[in-house]
T-cell receptor
């Protein structure tokens, strides 16, 4: 069975400090990994996906297959980064995922001024 | 362009009552999903659909039924609501079955069963 674990329920940092949101996964095949974000009073939206290898809003995430991790990082946090962050995995070993997502528990990031 | 719209946004039910949550998308997406969001558990997949007229069970389907009579709509039904179904429900859609596909979410429905 596939599983996504986000060990930190809450994470607080000060503006300008580096931030790292941890995500570990278990999956028997080659996973597709995502970070979704939910800002206050907004809907859940895609932040980035590992296959794109892009930086969005200053955030990056590297897939480490050896450590089965997909941590989200930003060198200098901003107050507008405060939100709920979900790590998610799409995969169906031996079959088709149909776009189904397995989510972690979520991490609430608060960036203090 | 509305994207994914859920109706209603809030609802309070008494135990044993029934209700239907409506999800509508205007992006011509084939794939639609219903998730529930509970504190400390993230989002969990209830049911999904890979096209008009199809439905399939997700991780936590018990107590729910779904229908996809039209491509743009995906309905989630609770036949006899229970307090354990108190949750925030999210509908999502995607244009492809590929694992790399972005999911587009509705704004959520907050349901309380008393």
């Amino acid at each position: 069975a596939q599983r996504v674990t986000q060990p930190e329920k809450l994470l607080s940092v000060f503006k300008g400090a580096p931030v790292e949101l941890k995500c570990n996964y278990s999956y028997s095949g080659s996973p597709e990994l995502f970070w979704y974000v939910q800002y206050s009073r907004q809907r859940l939206q895609l932040l980035l996906r590992h296959i794109s290898r892009e930086s969005i809003k200053g955030f990056t995430a590297d897939l480490n297959k050896g450590e089965t991790s997909f941590h989200l990082k930003k060198p200098f946090a901003q107050e507008e980064d405060s939100a709920m962050y979900y790590c998610a995995l799409s995969g169906n070993a031996g079959g088709t995922s149909y776009g189904k997502l397995t989510f972690g528990q979520g991490t609430i990031l608060t960036v203090h001024p | 362009n509305a994207g994914v719209t859920q109706t209603p946004k809030f609802r309070v039910l008494k135990t044993g009552q029934s209700m239907t949550l409506l999800c509508a998308q205007d992006m011509n997406h084939e794939y639609m999903y219903w998730y529930r969001q509970d504190p400390g558990m993230g989002l969990r997949l209830i049911h999904y659909s890979v096209g008009e007229g199809t439905t399939a069970k997700g991780e936590v389907p018990d107590g729910y039924n779904v229908s996809r009579l039209k491509k743009q709509n995906f309905l989630l039904g609770l036949e006899s609501a229970a307090p354990s179904q108190t949750s925030v429900y999210f509908c999502a859609s995607s244009y492809s079955a590929g694992g790399n596909t972005e999911a587009f979410f509705g704004q959520g429905t907050r349901l309380t069963v008393v």
